[in-house]
Every structure is written in structure tokens, then in C-alpha cells.
């Protein structure tokens, strides 16, 4: 009898182990993930992306391998969301005004002279706040896994130094395709024109648009340099991009596999941002050095674009939801305090 116990026993554990083998073995499989991004290789995004690959790699012991796609190879941002959405591509980052479409709620990262400092823009983001806005793409077929820096914004064009509100009339400057973006730069006397990221350079060199806004590392990485004369440091907007995954490919994961994305997304965000603030400063060198005219617009000529985009506020309040708007302020005001 006792034979037959132990005999049993050995069988059960036996088994036990060969079944825990096995679902250790499924937690995790080999797995190819398709990570598409607007910029160059060369670029903050690039070598975001690339030491995100690596972190998982070394996460998963090699099994979930990340290939990049760089340059919009795999499309616009906006082509790239709805490949996610469908089902037909992995993971991506990209802007978070593209969003503003399926979750209107998303336009409140697109306001102006929002933040006075970086610091203040991560405790928001990634504060409860920004958390919650990532929820609400679950709903849209996508999974918002944190927030990247993309920066605050300067004004670059081919005409004259932005030094006053009025040096910015008759500008043809390119904006997202986003209605915040168009209400801001229509008021303040540019003739706003919408384009996709992809389309911009070329529109710059051929004079289709007179002028561009982007944070000093994307016009650094993008080649601005070589169609534009006059940087313009007015940080207007501080812009966050936004890593997301495709919600019907993340469901099909298993909970390990999800959870090593989401610890290798969090170190690729922290180094993303260190990495981007290390190269703005970088950058502002680099554009001298390459001819561009870089000038500082005086705190008062700030406060009367700051006075022209409280209209602008105001209108999007509307459209976005004022108690929205009220809450980001409010999250805004702990973050100083």
C-alpha cells in the first residue's frame, strides 16, 4: 500500500511538473511585433523603439522580438491607428492628435501653453488623469500603453524670425490635422494648412507651405534645416506622442506576455524622455551650426499669444467638455503644488 502511495504521489507531481512545464511554455511565446513610427532611425522615436526591442528580447528570453518600421514606412500615424485597430499591424507611436477622432477627449493634449516645464507635463501624464484617458481607447480597438516625450513646439519657416504675434500673418504654416492646431494658428494670423507628417518635407521644399511647427530634435531628425532659415523658440504646445498596441492582437496575449510589453514600454518611456531632453539641448547646437537663425520671443510678446489662445481654449473647452478641461487644470495646479 504504501508502495502504491508513493507510486501515485511520484505520478501526480510527475505530472503536476509536466503540465506547469507546459503552461510555463505557453505563457510566452515566439512571438514577431510590428512597431511602425513616423521618423527616421536616427531619431529620438528610432532609438526609443529600438531599445524597447531589446528590453522585451531580453524580457522574454529572446521570444517576443520587436521589427521596426521607420520613416512611415508602414504609413501615415492615422494609416498606422487604423491598421491597429483592424488587426493588421502590432504596435506603434505616434502623435497623440490622431487620436482626437475616435476619443475626442484626447484634443485636451493639443491645448496651448498648457505646461511651463517638463516635470510638470509627466506627473499629468502619467498621473491619474492621463491614465484615464488611456483607458478609454480600449473601447476603439487599441491598448494606450504610456506616453512618450515629443516635446514642446517651435516655429520654423523659410519667410522671416517670428519675433511678434504679427511676423506670423500670411504665413503658410503646416499644422496636424487637428482642429485645435487650425483654430490656434488661424487666430494668431497664419493661414494654417493641414498635412500629414509624411507629406511635410517635400511640402516645404517646394514652398507648398511656408512653415512648420515641431519640437528642435524632430526638425533636427526630420532634415528641416535644409528647407527652413528661421527657428522660433515660443514653446507653445507641449506635445506628448502616445505608444499604443493593437487591442484584438493584445487580447489574444497571455497575461505574462502583456505584462513584460507593459515593463519594457515603462523603461522605454523613461529613457525616451531622458534621451529627448539630452538631444533638444543637442539640437539647438546642431540647427546653428547648420545656418539656421534661431531667436527667443520676449515674455511679453508671449503673453499676447498666450492672450490669443485663451479663445482657442475656451472654444475646445466647449467641444472637448468643460469638466474635462477643468480636471486637467486641476491636475495641472497639484502638479505645481
Not at 527657428?231 to 504646445?237: D, G, I, M, P
Not at 498666450?306 to 477643468?326: D, S
Request: hydrophobic content about 45%; cysteine-free.
Amino acid at each position: 500500500m504504501k508502495k502504491l502511495v508513493k507510486t501515485l504521489t511520484a505520478l501526480a507531481l510527475g505530472a503536476s511538473l509536466g503540465l506547469t512545464s507546459l503552461a510555463q511554455a505557453a505563457e510566452v511565446q515566439n512571438r514577431i511585433i510590428r512597431f511602425g513610427y513616423g521618423l527616421n532611425e536616427d531619431s529620438n522615436q528610432g532609438r526609443a523603439v529600438n531599445y524597447f526591442a531589446e528590453e522585451l528580447k531580453r524580457l522574454s528570453d529572446g521570444k517576443l522580438k520587436v521589427k521596426g518600421f521607420a520613416g512611415a514606412s508602414l504609413g501615415s500615424d492615422m494609416q498606422m491607428q487604423n491598421a491597429l485597430i483592424g488587426g493588421a499591424q502590432e504596435m506603434m507611436v505616434g502623435s497623440t492628435a490622431t487620436l482626437v477622432g475616435i476619443v475626442k477627449d484626447f484634443a485636451v493634449w493639443d491645448l496651448p501653453f498648457l505646461f511651463n516645464n517638463e516635470q510638470e507635463a509627466d506627473q499629468v501624464l502619467d498621473g491619474p488623469f492621463g491614465q484615464a484617458l488611456l483607458a478609454k481607447l480600449d473601447e476603439q480597438g487599441l491598448v494606450g500603453l504610456v506616453y512618450w516625450e515629443n516635446g514642446f513646439r517651435n516655429l520654423t519657416n523659410s519667410k522671416r524670425p517670428v519675433e511678434k504675434l504679427e511676423d506670423l500673418h500670411g504665413i503658410k504654416l503646416r499644422v496636424m490635422q487637428n482642429p485645435v492646431f487650425l483654430d490656434l494658428f488661424n487666430r494668431m494670423g497664419a493661414n494654417a494648412v493641414p498635412m500629414s507628417f509624411s507629406e511635410l518635407f517635400t511640402a516645404l521644399e517646394t514652398k507648398t507651405v511656408d512653415g512648420q511647427e515641431n519640437p528642435v530634435t524632430t526638425i533636427q531628425s526630420s532634415k528641416f534645416y535644409e528647407v527652413q532659415q528661421y527657428l522660433s523658440l515660443t514653446r507653445h504646445v507641449y506635445s506628448p506622442w502616445i505608444m499604443l498596441a493593437s487591442k484584438s492582437w493584445w487580447d489574444k496575449l497571455s497575461a505574462d506576455e502583456q505584462q513584460l510589453i507593459q515593463q519594457a514600454a515603462l523603461a522605454a518611456r523613461d529613457y525616451e524622455r531622458q534621451d529627448s531632453r539630452a538631444q533638444s539641448l543637442a539640437a539647438m547646437d546642431f540647427l546653428k551650426a547648420q545656418g539656421m537663425q534661431i531667436n527667443e520671443v520676449s515674455p511679453a510678446e508671449l503673453e499676447r499669444m498666450r492672450a490669443q489662445a485663451k479663445a482657442t481654449i475656451e472654444a475646445q473647452a466647449q467641444e472637448i467638455g468643460p469638466e474635462l478641461v477643468a480636471e486637467l487644470f486641476a491636475a495641472i495646479d497639484s502638479a505645481r503644488h
